[in-house]
């Protein structure tokens, strides 16, 4: 099963990747196939086992009560408030590709990953799909290839994802197991995991996404602060140091330096909100202030998908605005805890593991961490699904943790001979040289 959802997790990512559209139906393609079918597997094969479904409970349970809920609103939306242009169909098929996949793609990962060495693997096919997606980028970006991927009128690359600040929170969600990755792997493997770390900051450069920026900024300093007993801060430096020159070469003989240079401070050293957040805190304001209009939807919501029914011109671009707008305090509550309950639990577990699994749960924490601060600047749509499988996939690895902590990965290790020593500190060989 591992190496079915290694090649499932590769699948997914090469038809994006190759701009594929596999679409069937509405609100169905052959990728939500073929994860249905290894879901309908899957629970077969826990019916005739007996396996417990209780594995992550808390947020299964979240889970649940954010997509009953979103049912409720939905059904009270379009049948009781009606909503102008709102249409109970197409409003469910959302529901259903916006949350209850999500569910499903999480909970397909989770149970089908048994041990450590399975997880480990089903990262690889996700590092392997992310990769090749950011090649095909740069490939398509540079001409060699053409794909129909599109450049913004400013232009920033639109990317595998399909736009720009979407793909940026993307990159950052994978760039640090592909550093851990890296890490953990000796020789040709290791050149192979760096090279692939840096084409993931060179695509991070050809988004020039402000949120990612912010999202790896945040991710760093957290990290930092949360794994400060484990760091080498002589060794962080030169690597820095290192990464620092590489990415300003790179940056004065691209097209993207000054792409880059006018967003990160021409437009942000602007004192003016509107423009410094390209126009997001007006967009935030006119949602709020619609809120303030009908006070009681600060705890309820509008209901599911209504934001998309009302005129406003953009979409929030906000995850946690979006959920409190739709689905009130209890979208907002547990859709922010199923982030946050994620990095809290893989953190927790991160101190106990030993290595490589460590360094995965520790790059778990901090992709989740930059995704989580990405989001406030961005919606996210392809990208969840990803962070889903990936979620599942570490959640079940935490668990390994949890029940024994000194699990390591089935990988061969040379042991070193144990040296006694003498009270003098020689070491015991019968005779003092």
Known sequence: MPTILGFAALFLLATDALNMDLSLLPGVSAKNILIYFIA????????????????????????IIQIGYAIVTWLVAA??????????????????????DHYIFFLVFLFGVQTVD????????????????????????????????????????????????????FIILFLPATIAAAVAAHGFRRLFWFGAT???????????????????????????YLYRHLISYGRISGWVFGSLILLVLVISFSQYGNLLAERMIGTSGSIDASTASSGRSD????????????????ITGFGWD???????????????????????????FFGSYLLFSAIGRARRASLLAAPPLRGQLIAFVLGTVGVATAVFFVDLHKPWF??????GVVMRMVLCAEEN??????????????VRRDPYGWAHSGTRP
Not at 40 to 63: E, P
Not at 79 to 100: E, F, M, R
Not at 315 to 325: C, R
Request: charged letters at 10%; aromatic letters at 12%; one cysteine or more.
């Open 283 to 298: 967009i935030w304001a006119d949602a709020i202030a619609v809120m303030f209009a009908h006070p009681i939807t600060f």
């Open 118 to 169: 399975d997880g480990l693997k089903v990262i690889k096919g996700l590092l392997y799909g992310a990769l090749l997606a950011n090649i095909i980028t740069i490939l398509d970006a540079a001409g060699i290839i053409s794909l129909g991927f599109r450049i913004r009128e400013d232009g920033r690359t639109q990317g595998a994802i399909g736009e720009s600040n979407q793909y940026a929170a």
């Open 306 to 332: 209504a934001y998309a029914h009302m005129p406003f011109q953009f979409s929030p671009h906000n995850h946690y605005l979006a959920l409190w707008f739709n689905l009130g305090l209890v979208g907002l």
């Open 405 to 418: 902590p000194a699990i390591e990965a089935a990988t061969p290790r040379v042991k070193r001979p144990t």
């Open 79 to 100: 049948l009781l408030i009606q909503y102008p242009y709102y249409d109970l169909v197409a409003s469910g098929i959302k529901l259903k590709t916006g949350l209850i």
């Open 198 to 224: 840096l084409i993931g900051c060179m695509t991070l450069v050809m988004t020039a996404s402000r949120g990612g920026f912010v999202g790896l900024a945040m991710m760093c300093a957290v990290g930092a």
């Open 40 to 63: 309908v597997v899957l629970a077969l094969r826990l019916v005739v086992s007996r396996g417990s479904i209780m594995a992550a409970g808390q947020m299964q349970g979240a889970f």
């Open 386 to 391: 990803y962070f889903w499988m990936y979620g």
